[in-house]
């Protein structure tokens, strides 16, 4: 079956730099990518999510590429700040709206 | 607004016991997942149902039962709790005929057992 791969699995930036997480998959029948953002305490919630026809896409400070040749997807928060401080989640799947399989999260910690 | 909840919201159980976790969504969605969450392994789903009276295996079932009996509530039982059990369980719903591929989750059951 999918095999989801994360790294890193902690990673520190100070404020105003990016940081970069990068989820690999290996079943080439994915079609439908989401990075989800995880807070202390609670449930996980949709960041941004993707189709495979799409090369990259921008929202809100965040940016996902997708390299569909080398099974990568990215997650770049751009210019963190610590309410960014949470452990994300990458998930794929084949088909819309049906069971999604998860990466291993990376905590993500944004310092002053 | 959408929303899943759960309960309890906390569990301490013993070794062989038997355990109901509860699940209600108010999303009119006809998907519905249960997840666990360990450290280090990120969500792995248990089971999952698309129509109400039915259940489908996900990738790690055993050990676990579901129950589907109406399209606003999924349950997950735990026949004869085991410390491996022990693990912050999760819902979700999502709608296959969205376009935003969206599984809204609950906030989590923290199951201990002992």
């Known amino acids: 079956g999918e095999q989801v791969e994360q790294r890193p699995p902690h990673l520190s930036v100070r404020e105003g730099d990016s940081a970069i997480i990068i989820c690999t998959y290996t079943?080439?029948?994915?079609?439908?990518f989401s990075w989800y953002k995880q807070e202390a305490g609670a449930g996980l919630q949709l960041l941004m999510s993707?189709?495979?026809?799409?090369d990259r896409k921008e929202e809100q400070g965040l940016t996902v590429l997708l390299n569909k040749k080398d099974k990568r997807l990215s997650l770049n928060l751009t210019a963190a700040h610590p309410g960014d401080s949470a452990v994300y989640f990458c998930?794929?799947?084949?088909?819309?709206?049906?069971?999604?399989?998860f990466g291993t999260g990376t905590k993500l910690q944004v310092v002053p | 607004e959408a929303a899943v909840t759960q309960s309890p919201r906390s569990k301490v159980a013993v070794t062989g016991g038997k355990v109901t976790l509860s699940c209600h969504q108010t999303?009119?969605?006809?998907?519905m997942y249960w997840y666990r969450q360990d450290t280090g392994h990120g969500l792995r789903l248990i089971h999952y149902?698309?129509?109400?009276?039915?259940?489908e295996k996900g990738d790690i079932p055993d050990g676990y039962k579901a129950s589907r009996p109406s399209q606003e509530n999924f349950s997950l039982i735990l026949e004869l709790a085991s410390l491996s059990q022990t693990a912050v369980y999760f819902c979700?719903?999502?709608?296959?005929?969205?376009?935003?591929?969206?599984?809204?989750f609950g906030p989590g059951t923290r199951l201990t057992v002992l």
């Open positions: 979700a719903s999502s709608d296959p005929g969205s376009s935003s591929y969206e599984q809204y």
């Open positions: 998930a794929v799947s084949a088909n819309s709206g049906t069971y999604q399989r």
């Open positions: 079943d080439s029948a994915t079609a439908y």
């Open positions: 993707v189709l495979s026809n799409v």
């Open positions: 999303n009119n969605h006809d998907y």
């Open positions: 149902s698309y129509v109400a009276d039915s259940t």
